[in-house]
């Protein structure tokens, strides 16, 4: 879930490389929108974002208790409430968008549950920050993570292939947060893997900052229902230390919070000479944009020199 921050990534570079929930079953027409009505509190009132902040009880076969930001389409919507209303609301998803609807206060809207049509809202952003990978050796980059198999693996042994790099959790249930992120992924992985005499010098990196409930068994399980090739995609878990200095380490900034967590975005794109070539700080449909970078990145393409102040604030991080 988004924590809004575009500042530019600045530590890569020493690595080398949201009264009891209800649900109901949807009643109208639309086959492809599931519909919820919710309890919870409102915790904020997010207006250039369209979002809705609300802390809501567990909604049942969907989504354990939380707080986190909800997508607002309709903008009247953000001013019907105020923040610590203990209010309903109406949670629509689809396979690749959800938001909510009807705030009403708890007392004036219990029982109250429409349908509605999905629209698809996808969004593409990207950051640029070419900056040189540091010399300065760091101890992170030989630490051995855990990988979906179980496996050690360090960071150090992708040097020589372009990499993406994002960070999510698996039970995050909200289409176009971390699972939005993963089918990005998937998708890069089938056009890259099609190509015919494309490179191989490529890997996608998805590392969980849930390493209490996201175990080897349940990364590979959920690395299997986006029918990842463990020889292109790996899945990375380990001691929560070592978790939050590297999401440090690249701009990442993600709290627990009542079951979930809060969490920017960070798609980053390293190339084969380890160099950081490009940051999406964003989720929607990154993939094309991805497999471009990633196409760069494997033949190592991107040379710019950094100003000095930035190598200086480089050097100066990492000393």
Same mark, same amino acid.
């Given at each position: ?127 640029? !920050? &070419? ?8 101890? +992170?980059? $030989?630490? =051995? /993570?855990?990988?979906?198999? #179980? ?86 878990? !380990? &001691? ?8 440090? +380490?690249? $701009?990442? =900034? /993600?709290?627990?919070?009542? #079951? ?60």
């Amino acid at each position: 879930m988004p924590i809004r921050d575009y500042r530019r990534v600045s530590g890569w570079v020493a690595l080398l490389l949201s009264a009891s929930a209800g649900i109901l079953s949807p009643v109208c027409c639309d086959a492809d929108t599931t519909n919820y009505v919710v309890q919870g509190v409102l915790k904020e009132v997010r207006q250039e974002e369209h979002q809705l902040v609300i802390s809501h009880e567990e909604i049942p076969h969907f989504m354990e208790a939380m707080t986190m930001p909800f997508h607002v389409k309709d903008a009247p919507v953000l001013t019907e409430a105020s923040s610590g209303d203990h209010i309903t609301f109406q949670l629509h998803v689809t396979e690749s968008d959800s938001w909510v609807d009807h705030i009403q206060p708890l007392a004036a809207a219990t029982g109250t549950a429409r349908s509605l049509a999905a629209l698809p809202n996808r969004s593409v952003a990207s950051e640029p !920050g &070419p900056a040189p990978i540091s010399r300065t050796p760091n101890a +992170l980059r $030989d630490y =051995k /993570f855990t990988n979906e198999l #179980g496996e050690p693996i360090s960071l150090a042994e992708f040097r020589g292939q372009a990499i993406a790099l994002t960070f999510f959790f698996t039970r995050c249930p909200i289409p176009q947060y971390c699972p939005r992120l993963s089918r990005n992924f998937e998708e890069v992985q089938r056009k890259l893997s099609a190509m015919v005499h494309g490179p191989t010098n490529w890997h996608l990196v998805s590392v969980t900052f849930d390493p209490t409930h996201d175990t080897p068994d349940v990364l590979r399980a959920y690395a299997n229902s986006y029918h990842y090739d463990r020889a292109h995609w790996s899945f990375l878990t !380990g &001691p929560s230390d070592k978790i939050a200095e590297l999401a440090r +380490l690249c $701009d990442v =900034k /993600f709290a627990a919070d009542n #079951g979930g967590f809060n969490h920017n975005f960070r798609t980053l794109i390293i190339d084969a000479s380890n160099r950081l070539q490009m940051v999406f700080p964003t989720s929607g449909d990154l993939s094309e944009a991805i497999v471009q970078e990633l196409l760069k990145g494997a033949g190592a393409t991107n040379h710019a020199t950094p100003s000095l102040t930035t190598r200086s604030r480089i050097e100066a991080n990492h000393q």
